[in-house]
């Protein structure tokens, strides 16, 4: 941007009769946490308000916005011994382009802050997302209805609607795509007659006409009902869910099964399901007197998981696809695509999907859980079997899901306490409890006469800004999450 454009920009602001949610004016204060915390609040205001940009002036008045000129000089200021700008990045999720601008108004030396709308999340400020009320800057997490709405202003390509097989007879659309699958998965009876049924799935937003009396079969169609996605181009082809298993604790392991399933994710989800979990070893308990076999892993939490990285992935991402792979001590679900939400707030940010129609359809038709409770039965289905708790991992394009298999307190790691520790207190406090002593004994497995081992968890989770007391003034009251 040109001095001449910098000078027209804060013109415009300045003309401005009050500041807005997206604009703040400053004079010297240049405190680093409010300025971290300003940046949260305008990009996520931005995109309310539906602008571009969000904007701090320093060297304006707020009364009158009369030019005063600013000692301010952001390429030279440092915090904790590292430069400001370098400092406020690694504390922002998801990264947010800012830039300083210095400006030399003709009565005073001004400095702007401009501030990208957020695009795929809340943009969060030390793991906290924040918000302009008026001239406050409050947490977003205290205002639903804003939080709400900004996520409905969060909205990425829509790739459902893209077009999968182009100028198809209304036969070939039956033969692509296994309708009768939808029909029953809806609870609806079929029609009689093609040109019936074809209606139906247009209603449905699987198909929609072409020219010449011909139909267009939708990327959704195809990846939810498709008969073959090979039958389709690669991109298409390639999505198709993978399931393999290794002979011991690595990839390095003998292969001893692998399937791909060319069903569409409707049609296949349940075989797939039937399919993994007659795999999945289950080892007799030897703890009551009637030993009974339970799978290694809570068939609900695999189930869950699954159907997550079915809708959540990114669909364009090009030569990746869902994998579910089970190894002698674990088993690990990976969708291509970074995650939209922070994997540490999987359990209670609101469900966000790329892919809304895709799992709004999955949902409807009972093939995994209500919006915003799927992580939660996984990690609760998790803590009743007394399993380590799953790992939520963000990779290079990628998002990884483990489940490990059972492991005794004494065998798990310091960081796997830890995550056991936070995923506890989330469950708690969002079922309105709180984060105790013993009930964090009865999830690890730990007998209460040795709760000191687990009060050292607690601790450690404390220092580690995990989790913090409810109530300060009365050290017993119990913990909460770091973010509540």
């Known amino acids: 941007?040109?001095?001449?454009?910098?000078?027209?920009?804060?013109?415009?602001?300045?003309?401005?009769?009050?500041?807005?949610?997206?604009?703040?004016?400053?004079e010297n204060n240049t405190d680093p946490r409010v300025i971290g915390r300003l940046i949260s609040a305008l990009s996520n205001a931005a995109r309310l308000e539906d602008k571009d940009f969000g904007y701090v002036v320093w060297g304006v008045r707020d009364t009158g916005h009369a030019v005063a000129g600013t000692r301010f000089e952001p390429s030279s200021?440092?915090?904790?011994?590292?430069?400001?700008?370098?400092?406020?990045?690694?504390?922002?999720?998801?990264?947010?382009?800012?830039s300083f601008r210095p400006v030399q108004h003709p009565d005073g030396r001004l400095v702007l802050?401009?501030?990208?709308?957020?695009?795929?999340?809340?943009?969060?400020?030390?793991?906290?997302?924040?918000?302009?009320?008026?001239?406050?800057?409050?947490?977003?997490?205290?205002?639903?209805?804003?939080?709400?709405a900004l996520w409905g202003k969060l909205r990425p390509y829509v790739w459902e609607t893209g077009i999968a097989r182009q100028f198809v007879e209304g036969d070939e659309v039956l033969d692509l795509l296994d309708y009768p699958s939808y029909?029953?998965?809806?609870?609806k009876p079929a029609p009689e007659g093609r040109e019936?049924?074809?209606?139906?799935?247009?209603?449905e937003r699987l198909i929609s006409r072409d020219v010449g009396e011909k139909w267009n079969i939708l990327n959704l169609g195809a990846i939810l009902f498709a008969n073959d996605l090979g039958e389709f181009e690669s991109r298409l082809a390639r999505?198709?869910?993978?399931?393999?298993?290794?002979?011991?604790?690595?990839?390095?392991?003998?292969?001893?099964?692998?399937?791909?399933?060319p069903l569409g994710y409707a049609?296949?989800?349940?075989?797939?399901?039937?399919?993994?979990?007659?795999?999945?070893?289950?080892?007799?308990?030897?703890?009551?007197?009637?030993?009974?076999?339970?799978?290694?892993?809570?068939?609900?939490a695999v189930r869950e998981l699954t159907a997550n990285a079915l809708i959540h992935q990114d669909m364009t991402v090009t030569g990746a696809g869902p994998t579910v792979e089970l190894f002698r001590n674990r088993i690990e679900i990976t969708n291509p695509g970074a995650p939209l939400v922070e994997p540490e707030r999987f359990i209670d940010s609101p469900s966000r999907s790329r892919n809304e129609a895709l799992a709004s359809l999955m949902r409807r038709m009972g093939l995994c859980e209500e919006q915003g409770t799927g992580i939660d039965k996984v990690v609760d289905s998790v803590e009743?079997?007394?399993?380590?708790p799953p790992e939520f991992r963000a990779e290079a394009d990628a998002t990884r899901v483990t489940l490990f298999g059972p492991r005794r307190f004494a065998d798990m790691t310091a960081e796997e306490r830890l995550r056991a520790c936070y995923q506890h207190a989330v469950l708690r406090y969002l079922s309105g409890g709180r984060l105790r002593n013993a009930a964090l004994c009865d999830r690890l497995g730990v007998d209460r006469r040795n709760a000191a081992q687990i009060s050292g968890v607690i601790r450690q989770a404390l220092r580690k800004g995990l989790i913090r007391p409810a109530d300060s003034t009365r050290p017993r009251s119990g913990y909460v999450p770091f973010w509540a």
């Open 384 to 388: 009743k079997a007394q399993l380590p």
């Open 1 to 26: 941007m040109t001095d001449v454009c910098l000078l027209a920009l804060i013109d415009d602001l300045r003309a401005l009769p009050a500041e807005t949610a997206w604009l703040e004016f400053k």
């Open 183 to 187: 029909f029953g998965l809806a609870g």
């Open 113 to 148: 802050l401009e501030v990208p709308a957020a695009t795929t999340a809340p943009v969060e400020f030390d793991r906290a997302a924040y918000i302009r009320i008026g001239s406050a800057t409050p947490r977003l997490a205290d205002h639903p209805e804003r939080h709400q």
């Open 77 to 98: 200021e440092k915090h904790r011994r590292q430069p400001l700008e370098f400092w406020l990045s690694q504390m922002l999720r998801p990264g947010v382009a800012f």
């Open 196 to 203: 019936a049924i074809l209606a139906v799935l247009e209603g």
């Open 267 to 300: 049609s296949g989800f349940t075989g797939f399901n039937a399919h993994v979990n007659t795999l999945i070893p289950s080892p007799e308990g030897g703890e009551t007197a009637v030993r009974e076999a339970r799978p290694l892993f809570p068939p609900v």
């Open 239 to 261: 999505k198709a869910i993978r399931f393999v298993v290794y002979a011991g604790d690595g990839r390095a392991a003998t292969v001893t099964h692998r399937k791909d399933f």
